[in-house]
């Protein structure tokens, strides 16, 4: 019985899509924005379970817009690279304790983001992520908020000294999403300019100093002050300058902000025990230099169980090149890397000039972010690389994003 309702349920999920697809897809960005891994495995537990629920939402949503939108051909799709290195590691051999239900599992997972790129979507649809990238930040605080209101939450955590927001989520995970957010009101300013997109801009780099993240706020201030370049407003780039030196003159009073109070006191590196972590991994890519120990394995390398992972709260690598490295060794890195290189040089290709740089310049920001974040496998990918797909289907379609 309890199979049969969990099938029909699906059934009516996959209906519910079908039908509604641009509803569908906003409250699955939203949803992912919420980080119901954080607020809600804190009520009923099964955050690895509530990730892969999650996650199988979006490939129904992808296969739902399949089967009403039609195909496409992808040949140059990052997902291939996972796919290669699967197996690749089934024939090599995986890293002890993973299995080949586990690393089948994780190839799921790491390819789902790529999916919506091999579905031909439509205008309405790209319209809808668009401005649920935009807005999603904001409504995320907003959601946290109501938790507070209800006592199932705190909007805030207190990190050496600073606090970082949070909302529903966890700081580095809502900075991720206004990143995404400022990239995507960006390209929407370089299609047609606008106070409204400006704003929400404005209000994204807010919320990532708030979150006291600091790659993602250079990541941001880097683009930014690209587009004002693009865009010749040289009166936005004397304020933006001002406003630095203001922010440097009073630093002082604002030490109970993050990147600031950080600067302050000379506490900046190894804040996310990246130095305990790496060695392991390195190891790992060592053992086995070529093809890596299979998709997957990198949630292994350091058990969850370990004493590690217990002391610093994670297993994560918080590096790409190194938990990919580990996975599939350098021949599954550089063909991972090469495949996203002319993914992106493709996908851009039919961009006007303006955007198609700032897409290529985003793609290299996603690239140093990913020394120092889990920017693969993170919830944020799922957006990223959904509204990614919305902008290389605009360029297909021979529209721009904000036509």
């Not at 790992?284 to 230099?289: D, E, F, I």
């Not at 217990?310 to 090469?338: C, K, M, P, Q, V």
Request: glycine share 10%.
């Amino acid at each position: 019985m309890v199979l049969v309702l969990v099938v029909i349920s699906a059934l009516c999920f996959l209906g519910l899509i079908f039908h509604f697809p641009e509803a569908a897809a906003v409250i699955w960005v939203l949803t992912l924005e919420t980080s119901p891994d954080a607020w809600l495995a804190q009520l009923i537990g099964g955050h690895e379970t509530i990730i892969a629920l999650v996650k199988a939402s979006g490939i129904g949503l992808a296969a739902m817009l399949a089967i009403r939108q039609g195909l496409r051909w992808d040949r140059f799709n990052p997902a291939f690279a996972f796919a290669a290195m699967f197996l690749i590691g089934l024939m090599h051999g995986l890293y002890p304790g993973l299995t080949p239900l586990d690393s089948l599992r994780s190839l799921i997972g790491s390819t789902a983001p790529f999916l919506f790129s091999f579905v031909r979507l439509p205008r309405n649809i790209i319209r809808a992520v668009i401005r649920a990238a935009i807005w999603g930040p904001l409504c995320t605080i907003g959601f946290g908020a109501l938790l507070v209101l209800a006592g199932l939450g705190h909007m805030y955590v207190v990190e050496q000294g600073a606090l970082r927001l949070g909302a529903s989520g966890e700081p580095p995970f809502l900075a991720g999403f206004a990143l995404i957010g400022i990239y995507a009101g960006l390209m929407e300013s370089l299609a047609a300019p606008g106070i409204g997109d400006a704003l929400m801009v404005a209000v994204n780099l807010a919320i990532i100093l708030l979150t006291g993240a600091r790659v993602p706020l250079f990541l941001a201030a880097l683009n930014i002050l690209a587009v004002l370049v693009m865009q010749r407003r040289i009166y936005l780039l004397a304020l933006a300058g001002a406003l630095g030196c203001v922010v440097i003159l009073f630093a002082k009073g604002l030490t109970f902000i993050r990147v600031v109070g950080l600067t302050e006191l000379g506490e900046a590196a190894n804040l996310s025990n990246r130095g305990l972590v790496w060695p392991y991994f390195q190891k790992a890519l060592l053992a086995s230099p070529v093809f890596g120990w299979g998709v997957g394995a990198g949630k292994v390398i350091i058990p969850i169980t370990s004493i590690l992972s217990g002391i610093i709260g994670t297993n994560a690598a918080h590096d790409e090149y190194l938990r990919i490295g580990a996975e599939g060794g350098f021949f599954g890195l550089a063909l991972l890397i090469g495949l996203i290189t002319l993914w992106a040089l493709h996908g851009t290709a039919n961009l006007p000039r303006p955007q198609r740089w700032l897409m290529r310049l985003i793609f290299i920001s996603f690239a140093v972010h990913s020394t120092t974040d889990n920017t693969l496998i993170a919830t944020t990918s799922s957006v990223f690389f959904l509204w990614v797909s919305c902008i290389f289907a605009s360029a297909e379609n021979g529209t721009t994003p904000a036509a």
